[in-house]
Nanobody, 126 residues
């Protein structure tokens, strides 16, 4: 079992930056695909960024490429999402997720993930 807890959400103005953190407990994330998803009211859960199971590859949703960066610590218990040049359309609840059986072709599919955090709210507004 993996427990995930997100933090770092806030209300910021457009163009500003935020860094989200996801802390894993119960075991390390070694061997798990890990990802950030987001969900705005009335919308589907959207893939934001993720690591492959071996940690060797990163993937980004089209809407955040070039602005967001996913990273993790060497101890494989923390995953971060650096968000720059934030836009109002980035407003959503952001979730951290982990899955042991996620294959590369399904990394953007939220249904493939086994463990989820409770989410952290990001609001971008002037």
């Amino acid at each position: 079992q993996v427990q995930l807890v997100e933090s770092g959400g806030d209300m910021v103005q457009p163009g500003n930056s935020l860094r989200l953190s996801c802390a894993a407990s119960g075991r390390t994330l070694n061997g798990y695909a890990t990802a950030w998803f987001r969900q705005a009211p009335g919308k589907e859960r959207e893939f934001v960024a993720g690591y492959s199971r071996n940690g060797g590859y990163t993937y980004y949703g089209d809407s955040v490429k070039g602005r967001f960066t996913i990273s993790r610590d060497n101890g494989k218990t923390m995953v971060y999402l650096q968000m720059n040049s934030l836009k109002p359309e980035d407003t959503a609840v952001y979730y951290c997720a982990a899955g042991r059986g996620v294959i590369t072709s399904s990394i953007m599919n939220h249904r493939q993930y086994d463990f989820w955090g409770q989410g952290t709210q990001v609001t971008v507004s002037s």
